[in-house]
């Protein structure tokens, strides 16, 4: 049918998660080891194909410092996907990861599809917060949840197909 869906998405977690590189990684193919921190938001589109339809992603990737939080609702708000993203290094970054989950279950939109991306999945030695913890959290939240790297391109790719998967099914 060559269908094609358009479907705003917003990355939210802690600063320093890896949001923007998520995204450099998924649009551009990229990887920087020394991203600047994002002021307000930034916006990316991109396309996904599934057999013979597309989902047009419209990307916010906002910023993570507490300062801007009271702009995320402008990002959610509306959206089809929202993708959390915290950092397995770092165990207030998935404290924080839970809050947004929280935020969006409270104020969001109820068939908003949830993922959670535990990044910088390439640095395994310095994990603190393990994938059990994170799945078992996922699904007693409904929420999907994939260890990613932004770095290695682990995952990546596979988290906005996911989601485009399940959004040409609703
Ligand atoms: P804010 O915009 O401040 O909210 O941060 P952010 O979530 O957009 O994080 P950003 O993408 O700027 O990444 C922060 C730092 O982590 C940068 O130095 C990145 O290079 C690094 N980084 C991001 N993703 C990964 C990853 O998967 N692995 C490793 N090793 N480093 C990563
Ligand atoms: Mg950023």
């Keep these: 049918s060559n269908k094609i869906k358009n479907a705003k998405l917003v990355l939210l977690g802690d600063v320093g998660t890896g949001k923007s590189s998520l995204v450099l990684r998924f649009v551009k193919g990229q990887f920087i080891e020394f991203q600047e921190s994002t002021i307000g938001a930034a916006f990316f589109s991109q396309t996904v194909s599934v057999n013979d339809e597309s989902v047009k992603f419209e990307i916010w990737d906002t910023a993570g410092q507490e300062r801007y939080h009271s702009l995320a609702p402008m990002y959610y708000r509306g959206a089809a996907a929202a993708i959390i993203v915290y950092d397995m290094t770092n165990p207030a970054s998935f404290s924080r990861a839970k809050k947004w989950v929280q935020e969006l279950q409270a104020q969001g939109n ?5 993922a959670l991306a535990g990044n910088k999945a ?37 988290i906005f197909y996911e989601i485009a998967k399940r959004l040409l099914l609703q």
Excluded: H, W
Excluded at 140 to 148: A, H
């Design 110 to 114: 109820p068939n908003t599809i949830m």
């Design 122 to 158: 390439d640095m395994l030695e310095a994990r603190k917060v393990t994938a059990e913890a994170t799945k078992t959290y996922a699904q007693e939240n409904g929420l999907f949840f994939m260890e990613t790297s932004a770095k290695t391109a682990l995952n990546v790719n596979d």
